[in-house]
T-cell receptor, first 110, second 115 residues
């Protein structure tokens, strides 16, 4: 079993909808949780990060971590076509090596 | 704001040749990471450097080596290239202890094609 599981999609939603992206993990030692956005042929861009459990909001983006369930989520409100990209979750246990999920391809339909 | 710079952006090499990829981290970032990303795959960690010393090693082949220089830029040297080495190679930098080693900012990548 891979340490981090993420549905590769693709996930297609209409513009303006709320998007929910999720990852599960198996290593209970993970403490740092990140979401990266990657456009085609570009480098991953750090969107949000959280430490331990809880929620964090930044504009249209909300990251949630549920350590008891080993489950993290990224919500995108009022989705825009420019949000179309691959979203990678990533986690770290001892704050250096990052383990990535496979990424979910998201398409926002105008 | 300044970002991570990688050069070259594209590189075409033949089998058994060598390649050198360069990475210039964000100013005041002292930690550099190298990743390999195949088509449709997540980035795979290769190697990292903190303050010019190798700090961690991942799935880097013995044919590859890397170092970080006094100005904190890093180079990934790849020898005896194989077709399977064709991939996107990303460099990421981190503020290290000043910010958090997990807080990594990626460069645009170098697309290596081995023919």
């Amino acid at each position: 079993q891979k340490e981090v599981e993420q549905d590769p999609g693709p996930l297609s939603v209409p513009e303006g909808a709320i998007v929910s992206l999720n990852c599960t993990y198996s290593n209970s030692a993970f403490q740092y949780f990140m979401w990266y956005r990657q456009y085609s042929r570009k480098g991953p861009e750090l969107l949000m990060y959280t430490y331990s459990s809880g929620n964090k909001e930044d504009g249209r983006f909300t990251a949630q971590v549920d350590k008891s369930s080993k489950y993290i989520s990224l919500f995108i409100r009022d989705s825009q076509p420019s949000d179309s990209a691959t979203y990678l979750c990533a986690m770290s246990d001892r704050d250096d090596k990052i383990i990535f999920g496979k990424g979910t391809r998201l398409h926002i339909l105008p | 704001a300044a970002g991570v710079i990688q050069s070259p952006r594209h590189l075409i090499k033949e089998k058994r040749e060598t390649a050198t990829l360069k990475c210039y981290p964000i100013p005041r970032h002292d930690t550099v990471y190298w990743y390999q990303q195949g088509p449709g795959q997540d980035p795979q960690f290769l190697i990292s450097f903190y303050e010019k010393m190798q700090s961690d090693k991942g799935s880097i082949p013995d044919r590859f080596s890397a170092q970080q220089f006094s100005d904190y830029h890093s180079e990934l040297n790849m020898s005896s290239l194989e077709l399977g080495d064709s991939a996107l190679y990303f460099c990421a930098s981190s503020p290290g202890l000043a910010g958090g080693l997990w807080e990594q900012y990626f460069g645009p990548g170098t697309r290596l094609t081995v023919t």
